[in-house]
T-cell receptor, first 113, second 118 residues
Framework: EDQVTQSPEALRLQEGESSSLNCSYTVSGLRGLFWYRQDPGKGPEFLFTLYSAGEEKEKERLKATLTKKESFLHITAPKPEDSATYLCAVLRVDQTGANNLFFGTGTRLTVIP | GAVVSQHPSRVICKSGTSVKIECRSLDFQATTMFWYRQFPKKSLMLMATSNEGSKATYEQGVEKDKFLINHASLTLSTLTVTSAHPEDSSFYIC??????????????FGPGTRLTVL
């Protein structure tokens, strides 16, 4: 069964305390893995797309990596404004050629000043 | 680039009325648009996928006669919740993809619409 699991469910960090969020998946025929940030009451904001194992992407304090079974979102020296829910989604193309995007339930990050 | 807007951002209506939500891609042509529903502290649940000019594909368990989707152009899709009831109250989010070179499959999300049915 296609599944995307994110851990931890919630994470509290002190400002400057680096950590990693995990997204593991059991989706066959992966075409891409996406990371989004979502603030309360708003739509997800696109962060990264990763297409193949070994790929890495960076943006400011965030770095995303991908293996064959999981992805990590590393946050270096986080600031309070990094507090949000981080969603991971996996794209698979089915037999009809349609895109199927599977979302994890997210990690709610709180960075304390 | 890649801006998606939704209107309205918030709507409160009486039970039995219909509500239309618009989703627009502002700076790119969206060959595919998606409609999601999100419950508090839960992830996004895909309701339907629509391609411009063709009928929407609904996910299992989503009533197509209740949630009418129209994707009339490459920049506009609408979701109409017909005869809304309190259990339809939720956060509805649209996303759009297509037309951005080198970013296969990336969906760009609108800001969401909070629907409250009294």
């Amino acid at each position: 069964e296609d599944q995307v699991t994110q851990s931890p469910e919630a994470l509290r960090l002190q400002e400057g305390e680096s950590s990693s969020l995990n997204c593991s998946y059991t989706v066959s025929g992966l075409r891409g893995l996406f990371w989004y940030r979502q603030d309360p009451g708003k739509g997800p904001e696109f962060l990264f797309t990763l297409y193949s194992a070994g790929e890495e992407k960076e943006k400011e304090r965030l770095k995303a990596t991908l293996t064959k079974k999981e992805s990590f979102l590393h946050i270096t020296a986080p600031k309070p404004e990094d507090s949000a829910t981080y969603l991971c989604a996996v794209l698979r193309v089915d037999q009809t050629g349609a895109n199927n995007l599977f979302f994890g339930t997210g990690t709610r990050l709180t960075v304390i000043p | 680039g890649a801006v998606v807007s939704q209107h309205p951002s918030r709507v409160i209506c009486k039970s039995g009325t219909s509500v239309k939500i618009e989703c627009r891609s502002l700076d790119f042509q969206a060959t595919t648009m998606f409609w999601y529903r999100q419950f508090p502290k839960k992830s996004l649940m895909l309701m339907a996928t629509s391609n411009e000019g063709s009928k929407a594909t609904y996910e299992q368990g989503v009533e197509k006669d209740k949630f009418l989707i129209n994707h009339a152009s490459l920049t506009l899709s609408t979701l109409t919740v017909t005869s809304a009831h309190p259990e339809d109250s939720s956060f509805y989010i649209c996303s759009a993809s297509g037309g951005l070179a080198g970013v296969f499959g990336t969906q760009y999300f609108g800001p969401g619409t909070r629907l409250t049915v009294l």
